[in-house]
């Protein structure tokens, strides 16, 4: 018999990860950290519900920290099997993954310095050395590919166009076929291939994420260049917080777009982020090089990401002289909901002053600085210290990477045959309700919603 146990990342956005068990097989997929409110992120501390030596595989459908940034804590506490994944997702989640270890150290030593932690003394999730047996840990594999990865068990990574080397995950175990959407692209990625349809099998389960199942992404929102231009024309400076992955690929490709075409002035660009600037370079050889593997849409004519129009802020040095700089101009910078990185020096500067602009244009989840500021906070807490926003807050929602309930709703019916089951997650637990009567309306099918650590035979 084989079941699936919910061990997160439903009724929430974050913590992905679902624990399928055969009759001699135990298998993770995403092993996400939580984000967002205090009690959530706290659950991140908690015993993994099994232990982590008896995981035979885990795999991870892409490098998001929210599918798989709790891989460090696995194997600290003791997992040493393979985690399978595509080569990009490979690629980036090594980036991520070393970085959360440090910002895990950076925040302890931060707690033990200022005495605020119920800890005696302040430790990390994990540190670097975990970072770095985890890395080693990584499988890449090409997509569309059937792998085998233990006895009677089998991966396929199909697209998913949400981020590079984003994959929705079909695993065949002991005779049961299983799909999980991961996070579901959207078809008018600009720089990335269109999401797979859903392979033409009979699947026994469908897990769909929610992210958005509650709206579908019109051109709502203001239009990037006119929050720009009016910025600038005041005197103002823009700051745009992004997910390092993916986001401030695409960003920067709107950028120089909106600069070649006239549409904006052309004012400095700054990319302040060690770890976007980091991912840039993946996405940027990726784009050279994956010739065979080739996840770009975008014809290969020159460098989507040459850096002659943006300036680089590798240092902490250049990332102060971007503080020092009186000049109107545009700051890309992590992270993309304000919950750390270098973002946060940048918010307390700019958010006093009413001639800049804080552009939102990724999903906040609540409990975050970028909710917070979404929801027109009149202040926010920064380094210890309440700082007034006067600054201009804008949500532009044309970067979404997440598919809508419309998108979600035709990718499930690109399917021929109904699957067996059908699971709701990844999704706040009003939205997943709201997806769910939307399924039931537009394809007939019933639907779950599980519960955290609830399990079901498939
Ligand atoms: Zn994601």
Not at 61 to 74: F, M
Not at 270 to 291: G, I, Q
Not at 378 to 397: N, P, W
Request: aromatic letters at 6%; proline letters at 5%.
């Amino acid at each position: 018999m084989v079941e699936i146990e919910f061990l997160g990342g439903v009724r929430s956005v974050t913590g992905s990860k679902f624990l399928v068990r055969g009759k001699n097989i135990s298998i993770l997929v995403e092993c996400g950290q939580y984000q967002g409110l205090k009690e959530l992120r706290q659950r991140n501390w908690e015993p993994f519900p099994i232990d982590p030596g008896t995981v035979d595989a885990v795999l991870i459908s892409h490098a998001h920290l929210d599918h798989c940034g709790l891989l460090p804590k696995l194997v600290r506490e003791g997992f040493d099997g393979k985690i399978h994944c595509t080569s990009d997702t490979a690629r980036l989640a090594a980036i991520i993954l070393a970085d959360a270890a440090k910002m895990q150290m950076e925040d302890a030593e931060y707690a033990a310095r200022k005495g605020f932690t119920e800890h005696k003394i302040p430790l990390p999730l994990f540190d670097e050395d975990d970072a770095t047996e985890t890395i080693a840990l990584l499988t890449p594999h090409p997509f569309h590919q059937e792998v085998e990865i233990a006895p009677e068990a089998f991966v396929t990574f199909h697209r998913a166009a949400h981020i590079l080397g984003s994959s929705f995950v079909e695993l065949r175990v002991e005779g049961k076929r299983i799909l999980f959407s991961g996070d579901l692209g959207r078809k008018n990625h600009p720089l990335l291939s269109d999401p797979d349809p859903i392979p033409h099998r009979e699947f026994d389960a469908l897990l769909i994420e929610s992210t958005y199942g509650d709206r579908t992404h019109r051109p709502t929102g203001d239009a990037l260049e006119d929050v720009i231009n009016r910025t600038i024309k005041r005197g103002g400076t823009v700051l745009i917080p992004a997910f390092a992955v993916d986001r401030t690929e695409v960003i920067l490709h709107r950028l120089k777009e909106l600069i070649l075409t006239g549409a904006i002035a052309n004012v400095p660009i700054f990319v302040d982020s060690p770890m976007a600037l980091a991912s840039l370079d993946v996405y940027r050889d990726a784009f050279e090089n994956d010739a065979l593997d080739i996840d770009f849409k975008i014809a290969a004519e020159g460098d989507p990401f040459s850096a002659d129009f943006y300036q680089a802020a590798r240092s902490v040095e250049a990332s102060k002289a971007i503080a020092d700089s009186r000049i109107p101009s545009i700051i890309v910078s992590a992270s993309g909901m304000a919950t750390g990185g270098r973002v946060l020096h940048h918010l307390a500067r700019m958010l006093p002053d009413s001639r800049n602009t804080i552009i939102l244009v990724g999903y906040q989840s609540i409990g975050t600085r970028g909710r917070a500021l979404a929801d027109g906070a009149a202040t926010l807490k920064l380094f210890g210290s309440k700082v007034e926003v006067r600054a201009e807050i804008s949500s532009v929602h044309e970067f979404s990477v997440h598919a809508d309930s419309q998108e979600a709703i035709s990718w499930l019916s690109t399917t021929t045959t109904k699957p067996g089951q059908i699971f709701i997650v990844h999704g706040e637990a009003d939205v997943g309700t709201l997806f769910q009567n939307l399924i039931k309306e537009k394809l007939g099918w019933d639907s779950t919603i599980p519960n955290r650590n609830q399990r079901y035979p498939i």
